[in-house]
């Protein structure tokens, strides 16, 4: 059940009120109206019943003097005082037609009848005679044969009082008619039973205007009081006032219906105004409650709308004259556009927050996500879809290492600057956001391969420009992974992290942008999951050490046994140092790696010596050991705990590692360099570095790349290059190892070419410590070893 | 009716000459009573000498004078009018009933009065105006002086009966009457009690013209 809104209650109750107001004064008004009734009914009935008692008393007045006139006339007295008897009787018929007496007696001085005239009750007379002496010249009302009568008594003086003429009228329906004619109310004249005569005659229909039935009923109408009363008779109700004339009860009645008309008509536009004042105030409430309730409503989906999340659109209530309201729902208004506004600036900031790296002011991983995952679905049924250019600085970390965070950090909004600026020249629908550390992620709403390649391109000329910092020039260099929606994924998952491997091979493969390659992925998946197990694998002697023995073409004698990795997988059975070297490389893991290499490699070294056996150890380092700025120091203790002769042991490492970071890497070289051990460039030939360049490193070897040592007598091309690598090492005073020697053709052609060394299957695969030493004592008499024992 | 009620009887002297005397005394409830007839009746009462004028009853000042008049049996009464308005003198009594229309000056025929009792006198056109003419049978008879006592002498003892009149007795009353057997022992004094009616008013009303 919901409750009512506030608009309604609000109309509820006004109306209520209204209504209550309405009830009350109608009440009041009608109880005012009906009092007032009730008292004009009181006033007409008063002055009817008076106009009705002098009329009466006017006609007794009337009567009597025709009365007195007959007493004193003459003529009757004479016929009176005859005493014949013929005389007076016709003498008295004649008076009493002439003054229209419905009885006429005459009395002698005693009351007694002089006649035998119509009979005369002497109780009445007596009544009458002793009413007379208080009222003598009064009309006297009683019934006579029970029918209202009005006496009037005149005496007859001759000239003392002789006797009495007595007449009577009676009250009849032709006087009450005549009455009501005069006063407007309805008469009814009765004689109450106590003042009824002797009983000898019935009750008949008194004078009255009203109906005969009405009129029987009255006979039996109450007398007491001279109160208004109420009654119910067959005309209809009537209010009835009573009152005494002498012996004969007069009613005056109106007629309710007739005295109500007019209240009713006032109650009828009484109620009818009542009604329209009802209307009005619905209609004022309603309008009041939408003036009250419409601002509110407002405000209501205004907030509503806030808290949807929709800032944008401010408003304000406007008054009647356009200005903005004043009453408190305009403060309401302000308050919650004040609050809209804090509210829409604070999100803002935090979205941006959300959206954007606090440190470079580039988007970061989510809005980049966001912005790709809209491209995509803009994308989703062109040919274009988004590509990802997945970026990140090379050996940024030594940067940030060696030269401090606060200088990584300025390297970071550097790059972003110049990232941003490639982009706002040629390629305006695309985003640079930074995903952390060093990685940026590029995204182009719609391209195709051949575009995304042009920007990497133009990134990476960019970053070609040695950057001014405070302290010094610097060169950045950085490599980009591309995927191309929708050939390399859908997702912005799956488009990520395929950026991601593309990324990792176009390092590993040394390109400085690489599309991704279909499959990689499940190679990059294992690649995780041995990244997990390589953690674990030193400590359960997964990993081991095989050695490939490096021949002295002069001596033809043994002169190293080069260290290399071996990683028996307990499911993956062996797994190839290309694999997992590069994964120790990326998880840090190799630095650890490298050091038990070495450790190992100095113990089976002494073991070697121990054995009278003379030959010295290789150890490839990973170009991430030339930052390890701790090495040498851990170097030197080791060579110090195994009593290494320095010169035994020989460091490899690519040219590639070196260039990485030439004044680093060269310093690294020297300070090695500096604790006795040899130095040797490895894959020599493959990289980019000049000859001009080799010659200002510390080195003592060079490895030639084994793939021009492979085709060697079938290439022309290859056998130039490691000829004049040979003569060119040795030019600069280096001993030149050649790799991958694999036939006697090859071996031979390196002799003749002047190679210090040869490696390869021929001499003979990596192998056990225990089966090089097998391998050792084929290849060295025992007295030699002896010397060498010492 | 009216009801007598006789209160007391005092005293009648009886003379030395063997003539008995009367004297009685009329009171009312107010005390005596003034004109009052007092009249001694019986067969041994001799008839009253009747005068050979006629008495004279005139009227003056719209009223009757005098208000009473005593007169024996057979006499005659004029009506002599001193107004200058027209009287028309009427009496329905008994006694004698007779009217002289509308008259001024002496009416020609005097009235003459048979049969002994009271006769009310009025006017017709004058209705207040009241007046009395007592005929008695009796040579004995007094008017009550204002001590109320009247006196009667020379009455020969025997029985008679003693009646007392006036003009506030109701109408048609006969007069207080008593048997009475003289002489009267010496002390003794006859009191009458009358019950009377208030004076009339004889006044004639302001008419507002000359009379």
């Known amino acids: 059940m919901t409750a009512p809104s506030f608009g309604a209650r609000l109309t509820l109750a006004i109306c209520l009120l209204v209504l209550a107001t309405q009830a009350l004064s109608w009440w009041a008004v009608d109880a005012k109206l009906r009092e007032a009734a009730v008292s004009e009914a009181e006033s007409r009935l008063r002055s009817a019943a008076m106009v009705a008692q002098r009329v009466i008393e006017f006609r007794g007045q009337r009567l009597l003097q025709g009365v007195e006139v007959l007493a004193a006339d003459y003529g009757f007295r004479a016929a009176l005082a005859s005493g014949d008897a013929a005389t007076m009787r016709s003498a008295f018929a004649n008076h009493r037609q002439r003054i229209g007496a419905d009885l006429l007696w005459v009395l002698d001085i005693d009351g007694a009848p002089v006649l035998d005239q119509e009979e005369s009750t002497p109780a009445l007379i007596e009544s009458l005679l002793v009413r007379q002496q208080s009222h003598p010249r009064g009309s006297h009302k009683r019934a006579w044969r029970n029918l209202p009568h009005q006496f009037v008594i005149a005496p007859i003086m001759a000239p003392r009082r002789i006797g009495w003429v007595v007449a009577g009228f009676e009250i009849d329906r032709e006087l009450a008619l005549e009455l009501k004619q005069l006063t407007g109310s309805d008469l009814a004249f009765r004689v109450p039973v106590d003042a009824l005569d002797d009983g000898e005659y019935t009750a008949a229909e008194p004078g009255s205007s009203l109906a005969a039935a009405d009129t029987a009923a009255l006979i039996d109408a109450p007398t007491n009081g001279q109160s208004m009363r109420r009654w119910q008779l067959s005309g209809g109700a009537f209010l009835a006032a009573s009152q005494s004339l002498d012996q004969v009860r007069m009613d005056v009645l109106l007629n309710e219906d007739e005295l109500y008309r007019e209240l009713r008509r006032l109650r009828t536009e009484l109620g009818l105004l009542a009604l329209l004042a009802l209307a009005g105030s619905v209609l004022v409430a309603m309008w009041l409650a939408r003036t009250v309730t419409r601002p509110l409503q407002r405000l209501a989906a205004a907030a509503s709308r806030i808290g949807q999340g929709d800032y944008a659109h401010g408003f304000s209530l406007s008054g009647r004259n356009g200005s903005s309201r004043q009453d408190e729902i305009g403060a309401l208004a302000n308050t919650l556009e004040e609050m809209r506004g804090g509210i829409q600036a604070r999100e803002e900031t935090i979205a941006h927050q959300a959206f954007h790296d606090a440190l470079t002011g580039l988007p970061n991983r989510a809005r980049a996500l966001e912005f790709l995952r809209e491209a995509l679905e803009r994308g989703g049924e062109g040919e274009l879809g988004p590509a990802l250019l997945l970026m990140d600085l090379d050996r940024f970390k030594d940067i940030n290492d060696t030269l401090g965070h606060p200088v990584g950090d300025e390297v970071l909004v550097r790059v972003a600057t110049r990232l941003g600026a490639v982009l706002q020249t040629d390629f305006e629908s695309a985003i640079v956001a930074r995903l952390g550390g060093d990685e940026f992620l590029i995204v182009l709403p719609a391209s195709d391969a051949g575009q995304a390649e042009r920007l990497a391109a133009s990134l990476l000329a960019s970053l070609g420009e040695a950057l001014e910092l405070p302290q010094m020039q610097?060169?950045?260099?950085?490599?980009?992974?591309?995927?191309?929606?929708?050939?390399?994924?859908?997702?912005?998952?799956?488009?990520?992290?395929?950026?991601?491997?593309?990324?990792?091979?176009?390092?590993?493969?040394?390109?400085?942008?690489?599309?991704?390659?279909?499959?990689?992925?499940?190679?990059?998946?294992?690649?995780?999951?041995?990244?997990?197990?390589?953690?674990?694998?030193?400590?359960?002697?997964e990993i081991s050490l095989r050695f490939q023995p490096k021949l002295d073409l002069r001596s033809g004698q043994c002169s190293h046994a080069e260290a290399l990795l071996r990683w028996q997988h307990p499911r993956l059975g062996n797994i190839s140092p290309e694999l997992f070297i590069p994964i120790a490389e990326q998880t840090g893991r190799i630095t650890e790696l490298t050091r038990w290499v070495l450790r190992r490699s100095l113990e089976q070294l002494r073991q070697w010596q121990q054995e009278g056996f003379t030959l010295g150890v290789a150890v490839n380092l990973s170009p991430h050991d030339l930052y390890d700025i701790e090495l040498p120091g851990f170097l030197a203790e080791l060579l110090e705990e195994f009593g290494t002769e320095p010169a035994l042991l020989v460091l490899e490492m690519t040219e590639g590692a070196v260039m990485r970071d030439a004044n680093q890497g060269v310093q690294m070289l020297h300070r090695l360099k500096a604790l006795g051990v040899r130095l040797a460039i490895d894959d020599f030939g493959t990289g980019h570095s000049s000859l001009a360049y080799l010659k200002r490193l510390p080195v003592d070897e060079l490895k030639i790349d084994k793939s021009f040592v492979l085709a060697l007598t079938s290439d022309g091309d290859d056998a130039v290059i490691v000829r004049s690598t040979i003569q060119l090492g040795h030019n600069m005073g280096l001993k030149v190892v050649a790799e991958g020697v694999e036939s006697e053709q090859v071996l031979a052609q390196l002799r003749s070419y002047g190679c210090d060394h040869a490696q390869g299957f021929l001499i003979s695969r990596p192998v056990h410590a225990a089966q090089l030493r097998d391998w050792l004592r084929l290849q060295q008499p025992a007295p030699a070893r002896k010397a060498h024992a010492r | 009716m009216i009801r007598w009620s006789t209160v007391a009887l005092v005293c009648v002297g009886l003379c030395d000459d063997g003539y008995a005397a009367v004297a009685v005394r009329v009171v009312d409830a107010d005390g005596p009573v003034t004109d009052a007839v007092v009249s001694l009746h019986g067969p041994s009462v001799p008839a009253p000498a009747v005068p050979a004028t006629s008495y004279n009853l005139s009227q003056r000042d719209l009223r009757f004078d005098p208000h009473v008049l005593v007169i024996p049996r057979g006499a005659s009464v004029s009506f002599p009018n001193r107004d200058r308005v027209r009287h028309h003198v009427y009496s329905f009594s008994p006694a004698r009933n007779f009217e002289i229309k509308l008259y001024s000056g002496t009416p020609i025929d005097p009235v003459r009065f048979d049969t002994a009792g009271t006769v009310e006198l009025g006017c017709n056109v004058h209705d207040w105006m009241l007046g009395f003419i007592v005929v008695l049978d009796t040579p004995w008879w007094a008017r009550s002086d204002q001590s109320g006592e009247a006196s009667l002498a020379d009455i020969p003892p025997g029985d008679y009966e003693l009646r007392v009149w006036h003009s506030r007795l109701p109408p048609g009353s006969p007069g207080w009457r008593q048997p009475l057997t003289l002489p009267l022992a010496a002390d003794e004094r006859i009191e009458v009690m009358l019950q009377l009616q208030p004076a009339p008013d004889l006044e004639p009303p302001s008419l507002g013209f000359g009379s």
Request: glycine fraction near 8%; charged fraction near 25%.
């Open chain 1, 474 to 541: 610097l060169m950045l260099d950085a490599s980009i992974g591309i995927a191309v929606a929708p050939v390399d994924g859908t997702t912005p998952a799956s488009l990520l992290s395929r950026a991601d491997i593309a990324l990792y091979d176009a390092k590993q493969g040394g390109a400085r942008w690489q599309r991704y390659r279909p499959g990689r992925d499940a190679q990059q998946g294992e690649r995780l999951a041995l990244a997990n197990d390589l953690r674990l694998a030193l400590a359960r002697d």
